[in-house]
């Protein structure tokens, strides 16, 4: 296997450096983003980390932490211990209870430790609080001033599943790393959760007593899929369970603790990745009790909520082409819910900040649509207005439409974008690109770098939301259930015959990508019908039979599958690639991350050695270090590179 996978590493890295000469943005085309959104409790200053993309689109390299004193409008930058390096990086900003202080967690580069660092509003005074050996995260002040956050002690990787994993090497069986709820006691931790439960998401509650949070046994990148809700005593460190999910569909997320104590609300749903929410709101006495559904008939999805200074509960969700702000008042009931907003655009789905200043209720948040990439705005729900103007003189050359279209009982909604310039009447090469998850939807933002890319070159685009994504209910998440690959690809080949009788695309230059799931898709379309002339696959999934005993997140497998590979291989065998894998003709080049635990790259590898054998024109590049999600800006180049050199072999496009 040694002698297999190292020249291709080394084909890899002799690449890259090609594509990032390359693959530069157009000057002024680099989009700024904002990744941690903070307003101070009075309303008077917003906190942000915040910085340019990388080439080729990826995260921002050099991350700054800025405070604007909204009211003048002024914008001080935070000078950080470690300078404007690679990873440096201020994370998950909190601000004290009187506006006067703003306390971050910063990270040491090129290792998993952190520090707490506070520093006043006005930028003065940048002190350290704490040095931890490992990673934290959601930090946040209680109603008494105690800084409570979330702690991996002896962190071996980032967190999070689509992180690069850590070598597997020693006794497999020893105790896996736990995420414990700390609160800042002195210069160390005082941990306040169990050890045992690895914690994933928390909330204080208003009387200083303790905390609710999701929380599993277990390795914490395998086990979200199966978390509970607790309430933790912040004396004892006992856990008191306070809702269990109704079944492998269920997953839950966002727990908040409503303003006077009472309530925990939270979202619940089939939902295939920890981050990517989406789903119903339920909410429980904090004393224990029967749960309620808030939303049960709810034709969309929520994705975040809030407890507002009204005592009522506000959610942001998709409802198939749109974001909506919807008020379901104090929850303790079934509710269609009052609409606050509505539109085709993006908002920060965390909504830790939408809660906004009380009294006032201002709130502040970072925005987006496909033709206008983000800014942070303020105000009132609905009364928003920017803050910032970091991105305005952004070209967006292209047309977005939504299309809707009927396949079996489903209406199915995606997106159709175009390049501008092109001639009247003229049908394009198209693309299809299908979305990660598959609990999750493209939804109105800032057109991606690498998409850009494509739209440059002529191509048009096109992104469908099939079942299983969110944005139309649970029914509408759960429809793929079992049937992976089977239904969902009915509902994007479907989509194509809209586009063609709309008389935009040429049936005879169409091509189809897409990463994790729409990697999996991408490797199962080319198995299940030549429509498609071209291909490339990222981080896909050839054979779910071996995939189970590869990947690092297998209990997300079993709410879609019914049952584990070992109790039920047939239904793991009816959506596996592999076994379909003498009908492919269409070319693939397909990639993935060396480290990568969500999709391992051996499936990339099966697949890629299987049309191989069978003398199907493909090309496959691992890439090393990297996991889930690649970030290395010359890999991104060079995958940007190839895939464009791939798409113009096969579709033989012209430059507009």
Same mark, same amino acid.
């Given at each position: 296997?040694?002698?297999?996978?190292?020249?291709?590493?080394?084909?890899?890295?002799?690449?890259?450096?090609?594509?990032?000469?390359?693959?530069?943005?157009?000057?002024?085309?680099?989009?700024?983003? %904002?990744?941690?959104?903070?307003?101070?409790?009075?309303?008077?200053?917003?906190?942000?980390?915040?910085?340019?993309?990388?080439?080729?689109?990826?995260?921002?390299?050099?991350?700054?932490?800025?405070?604007?004193?909204?009211?003048?409008?002024?914008?001080?930058?935070?000078?950080?211990?470690?300078?404007?390096?690679?990873?440096?990086?201020?994370?998950? /900003?909190?601000?004290?209870?009187?506006?006067?202080?703003?306390?971050?967690?910063?990270?040491?580069?090129?290792?998993?430790?952190?520090?707490?660092?506070?520093?006043?509003?006005?930028?003065?005074?940048?002190?350290?609080?704490?040095?931890?050996?490992?990673?934290?995260?959601?930090?946040?002040?209680?109603?008494?001033?105690?800084?409570?956050?979330?702690?991996?002690?002896?962190?071996?990787?980032?967190?999070?599943?689509?992180?690069?994993?850590?070598?597997?090497?020693?006794?497999?069986?020893?105790?896996?790393?736990?995420?414990?709820?700390?609160?800042?006691?002195?210069?160390?931790?005082?941990?306040?959760?169990?050890?045992?439960?690895?914690?994933?998401?928390?909330?204080?509650?208003?009387?200083?007593?303790?905390?609710?949070?999701?929380?599993?046994?277990?390795?914490?990148?395998?086990?979200?899929? #199966?978390?509970?809700?607790?309430?933790?005593?912040?004396?004892?460190?006992?856990?008191?369970?306070? $809702?269990?999910?109704?079944?492998?569909?269920?997953?839950?997320?966002?727990?908040?603790?409503?303003?006077?104590?009472?309530?925990?609300?939270?979202?619940?749903?089939?939902?295939?990745?920890?981050?990517? =929410?989406?789903?119903?709101?339920?909410? #429980?006495? &904090?004393?224990?009790?029967?749960?309620?559904?808030? =939303? /049960?008939?709810?034709?969309?999805?929520?994705?975040?909520?809030?407890?507002?200074?009204?005592?009522?509960?506000?959610?942001?969700?998709?409802?198939?082409?749109?974001?909506?702000?919807?008020?379901?008042?104090?929850?303790?009931?079934?509710?269609?819910?009052?609409?606050?907003?509505?539109?085709?655009?993006?908002?920060?789905?965390?909504?830790?900040?939408?809660?906004?200043?009380?009294?006032?209720?201002?709130?502040?948040?970072?925005?987006?649509?496909?033709?206008?990439?983000?800014?942070?705005?303020?105000?009132?729900?609905?009364?928003?207005?920017?803050?910032?103007?970091?991105?305005?003189?952004?070209?967006?050359?292209?047309?977005?439409?939504?299309?809707?279209?009927?396949?079996?009982?489903?209406?199915?909604?995606?997106?159709?974008?175009?390049?501008?310039?092109?001639?009247?009447?003229?049908?394009?090469?198209?693309?299809? &690109?299908?979305?990660?998850?598959?609990?999750?939807?493209?939804? /109105?933002?800032? &057109?991606?770098?690498?998409?850009?890319?494509?739209?440059?070159?002529?191509?048009?685009?096109? %992104?469908?939301?099939?079942?299983?994504?969110?944005?139309?209910?649970?029914?509408?998440?759960?429809?793929?259930?079992?049937?992976?690959?089977?239904?969902?690809?009915?509902?994007?080949?479907?989509?194509?015959?809209?586009?063609?009788?709309?008389?935009?695309?040429?049936?005879?230059?169409?091509? &189809? =990508?897409?990463?994790?799931?729409?990697?999996?898709?991408?490797?199962?379309?080319?198995?299940?019908?030549?429509?498609?002339?071209?291909?490339?696959?990222?981080?896909?999934?050839?054979?779910?039979?071996?995939?189970?005993?590869?990947?690092?997140?297998?209990?997300?497998?079993?709410?879609?599958?019914?049952?584990?590979? $070992?109790?039920? /291989?047939?239904?793991?065998?009816?959506?596996?690639?592999?076994?379909?894998?003498?009908?492919?003709?269409?070319?693939? %080049?397909? $990639?993935?991350?060396?480290?990568?635990?969500?999709?391992?790259?051996?499936?990339?590898?099966?697949?890629?050695?299987?049309?191989?054998?069978?003398?199907?024109?493909?090309?496959?590049?691992?890439?090393?270090?990297?996991?889930?999600?690649?970030?290395?800006?010359?890999?991104?180049?060079?995958?940007?590179?190839?895939?464009?050199?791939?798409?113009?072999?096969?579709?033989?496009?012209?430059?507009?």
């Amino acid at each position: 296997m040694q002698r297999c996978v190292r020249p291709i590493l080394a084909y890899v890295l002799a690449g890259g450096a090609w594509a990032a000469a390359h693959a530069e943005p157009a000057p002024g085309q680099t989009v700024h983003r %904002f990744m941690d959104v903070r307003i101070s409790p009075d309303g008077r200053y917003v906190a942000s980390v915040e910085g340019d993309e990388s080439p080729a689109g990826g995260a921002p390299l050099i991350r700054d932490l800025v405070i604007r004193n909204v009211a003048a409008r002024t914008v001080t930058t935070i000078t950080l211990p470690c300078g404007r390096v690679r990873e440096c990086w201020p994370s998950s /900003p909190a601000w004290t209870s009187d506006s006067k202080k703003l306390t971050l967690a910063l990270r040491t580069p090129g290792t998993h430790k952190r520090s707490i660092y506070q520093v006043s509003a006005d930028g003065s005074g940048l002190t350290q609080l704490l040095m931890f050996n490992g990673t934290l995260t959601g930090l946040r002040y209680g109603p008494g001033g105690e800084l409570a956050m979330l702690a991996v002690e002896g962190a071996t990787k980032e967190l999070g599943a689509v992180e690069a994993g850590a070598a597997i090497v020693g006794d497999l069986a020893g105790p896996p790393p736990e995420q414990r709820i700390g609160v800042l006691e002195g210069s160390g931790l005082r941990w306040v959760s169990p050890a045992g439960l690895f914690v994933y998401e928390y909330d204080w509650r208003p009387d200083g007593r303790g905390f609710v949070g999701t929380a599993a046994a277990g390795d914490g990148d395998r086990n979200w899929w #199966v978390a509970k809700l607790y309430a933790f005593d912040a004396g004892s460190r006992s856990a008191r369970l306070l $809702y269990t999910p109704s079944g492998p569909q269920q997953q839950l997320a966002s727990p908040k603790v409503s303003r006077d104590g009472r309530r925990v609300a939270f979202i619940a749903g089939l939902m295939s990745d920890f981050g990517a =929410t989406g789903g119903d709101i339920y909410s #429980v006495p &904090i004393e224990g009790g029967i749960a309620i559904a808030v =939303t /049960p008939n709810l034709r969309a999805s929520v994705t975040a909520l809030y407890w507002n200074c009204d005592e009522r509960l506000t959610a942001v969700a998709l409802a198939g082409a749109e974001a909506e702000l919807i008020d379901f008042g104090p929850a303790d009931a079934a509710t269609p819910g009052r609409l606050v907003w509505r539109g085709q655009e993006s908002l920060d789905t965390d909504a830790t900040d939408m809660a906004g200043a009380c009294p006032s209720g201002v709130s502040a948040l970072s925005h987006e649509s496909f033709k206008r990439a983000a800014e942070i705005e303020t105000g009132k729900p609905a009364r928003w207005s920017d803050l910032t103007h970091a991105n305005e003189g952004l070209s967006a050359p292209f047309t977005v439409q939504s299309i809707s279209w009927k396949s079996d009982e489903f209406t199915v909604q995606g997106w159709l974008v175009q390049p501008d310039g092109a001639p009247a009447g003229a049908k394009l090469p198209l693309i299809t &690109i299908v979305h990660g998850g598959p609990a999750s939807a493209i939804r /109105p933002a800032f &057109i991606a770098a690498r998409h850009r890319l494509l739209l440059e070159h002529g191509y048009a685009l096109f %992104f469908p939301n099939p079942r299983g994504s969110y944005g139309q209910g649970e029914a509408f998440t759960q429809a793929n259930v079992r049937d992976f690959g089977h239904g969902d690809l009915r509902d994007i080949l479907r989509g194509l015959d809209e586009i063609e009788r709309l008389g935009i695309s040429d049936p005879a230059r169409l091509g &189809i =990508t897409g990463h994790s799931y729409g990697g999996f898709m991408t490797m199962w379309a080319v198995t299940q019908t030549d429509r498609f002339k071209v291909a490339v696959a990222g981080a896909g999934i050839s054979n779910w039979q071996s995939y189970y005993g590869e990947n690092g997140i297998d209990a997300w497998m079993i709410p879609y599958f019914g049952a584990s590979v $070992y109790d039920n /291989p047939a239904v793991y065998a009816k959506s596996s690639p592999i076994n379909f894998i003498r009908q492919v003709k269409t070319p693939t %080049f397909s $990639y993935v991350g060396a480290a990568d635990i969500e999709c391992p790259a051996p499936q990339t590898l099966e697949f890629g050695h299987a049309l191989e054998t069978l003398g199907v024109p493909s090309a496959t590049v691992i890439y090393p270090d990297e996991g889930h999600a690649l970030h290395d800006p010359a890999h991104l180049a060079d995958i940007d590179a190839r895939t464009l050199q791939w798409f113009d072999r096969y579709l033989k496009t012209e430059r507009l």
